[in-house]
T-cell receptor
């Protein structure tokens, strides 16, 4: 079946611009996660949704970052006033539900480059 | 706060040789532990996970890992490496005894020589 998809696969923007990154989870998965992977690092947790609500956004680095999931399926990560330090691969994952044994299935990521 | 250390940034092995990738974690309670593999252009794929019970965990693609509480380790092993195993491997721990907030190590890049 279809896995987690993310669009665009690559995004190049200029410092100060606004960007939106989209995640389509596996159909029927109620839990959705965003991570950020900087060069040479492992992924870092950003935010977790259970249904439409953000259950934990403690990983968002500052208030320039915001994510929504209005219908409990597709999610959009929004970054305002981008900075060069925001350059990274943004990964999305989904799981059937949030329980302690659910597997997170990851998408291929969106590579964001801020010039 | 929990943390994960993968001491080896890069490992090179010959095809057919055995493999062990090291992972050490720091967490106060019983951890939930994971190994993921990331190939170029691919998403992270779960190899195996440990929650409780048998400390030797079998995964996909012939991988296994052993949880050793006394050493705070969760090393990944494979008896015979194939060229297709070349990829980056990440160890991760679940926060607060749950898995939704994974903390990853920095990864180990595996190169396989023919």
């Amino acid at each position: 079946g279809a896995g987690v998809s993310q669009t665009p696969s690559n995004k190049v923007t200029e410092k100060g611009k606004y960007v939106e990154l989209r995640c389509d989870p596996i159909s029927g998965h109620t839990a959705l996660y965003w991570y950020r992977q900087s060069l040479g690092q492992g992924p870092e947790f950003l935010i977790y949704f259970q249904g439409t609500g953000a259950a934990d956004d403690s990983g968002l680095p500052n208030d320039r970052f915001f994510a929504v999931r209005p219908e409990g399926s597709v999610s959009t990560l929004k970054i305002q006033r981008t900075e060069r330090g925001d350059s990274a691969v943004y990964l999305c994952a989904s799981s059937v539900d949030y329980t302690s044994t659910d597997t997170q299935y990851f998408g291929p990521g969106t590579r964001l480059t801020v010039l | 706060a929990q943390s994960v250390t993968q001491p080896d940034i890069h490992i090179t092995v010959s095809e057919g040789a055995s493999l062990e990738l090291r992972c050490n974690y720091s967490y106060g309670a019983t951890p939930y532990l994971f190994w993921y593999v990331q190939s170029p252009g691919q998403g992270l794929q779960l190899l195996l996970k440990y929650f409780s019970g048998d400390t030797l965990v079998q995964g996909i693609k012939g991988f296994e890992a052993e949880f050793k509480r006394s050493q705070s380790s969760f090393n990944l092993r494979k008896p015979s490496v194939h060229w297709s195993d070349a990829a980056e491997y990440f160890c991760a721990v679940g926060a607060g005894g749950s898995n939704y907030k994974l903390t990853f190590g920095k990864g180990t890049l595996l190169t396989v020589n023919p």
